[in-house]
């Protein structure tokens, strides 16, 4: 999951870099709301967490703008406490979620958890489960089938999330590295295929199917 973090103090962002990137996201941080408005219409992002006041441009029009365009990436927006004007404004514009300052990581990880499900369809249960697999975010374990819970490595955990979300579509290279690289991270597509091998070396070599010339699919364990 690619996450864009819009936000202008810097010591908050430093840390909540290092929250996500703890919690299996690719992030890509921006300060000014013009860099970000831009970014945001480039990249495929699968969250934005966005703070409103900014330089360069507010978030506010950020997110208008973003909407009036057709970009319908999911937005969380970081608004002042008990603002309820704020909070209004922004989901007028088009927010997804909001969250008053100051936080807890927890809240606002879980609040995230609920907008990637929510836009890939699935209910927001602790537990993410497709074919046949359950994954645990806040472990990063998973259990296949009737498996014990199997660790995961952090760039594992990654890949196999984006899968299972994804369950039943084929996914390419391209597509994959889309969505679990940083915007400087260099693209390389063998380690995509290194980590799906390793991935089948804990699920069973038949949990996902290579199909030639178009991606992987994610076949799963039959329960
Ligand atoms: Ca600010």
Request: some cysteine; proline content about 4%.
């Amino acid at each position: 999951m690619r996450l864009l973090l819009v936000e202008d103090n810097v010591a908050l962002a430093d840390t909540l870099c290092t929250v996500f990137k703890g919690a299996g996201y690719a992030v890509d941080w921006r300060t000014d709301g013009r860099d970000a408005e831009i970014l945001g219409g480039q990249e495929p992002y699968d969250l934005c967490v966005l703070d409103l006041g900014l330089p360069g441009r507010g978030g506010l029009d950020v997110l208008k703008n973003w909407r009036a365009v057709g970009i319908d990436l999911p937005v969380l927006v970081l608004t002042a406490r008990g603002s309820w004007s704020e909070r209004i404004d922004g989901l007028r514009a088009g927010a997804d979620d909001y969250l008053p300052k100051p936080f807890h990581h927890e809240e606002l990880l879980l609040r995230l958890q609920v907008l990637v499900r929510r836009s890939h369809g699935r209910e927001p249960q602790s537990v993410l489960r497709a074919a046949g697999l359950e994954l645990d975010e806040s472990t990063q374990h998973v259990v296949a089938g009737a498996s014990l819970p199997i660790a995961l490595s952090a760039a594992e955990f990654k890949l196999l999330r984006y899968f299972m979300l994804n369950a039943g579509k084929l996914l390419s290279k391209g597509k994959l590295a889309d969505h679990m690289y940083e915007y400087e991270t260099e693209r390389d597509s063998n380690v995509i295929e290194v980590q799906v091998n390793h991935l089948r070396r804990k699920l069973g070599r038949g949990a996902i199917e290579t199909r030639r010339g178009q991606g992987y699919l994610l076949v799963g364990v039959t329960p």
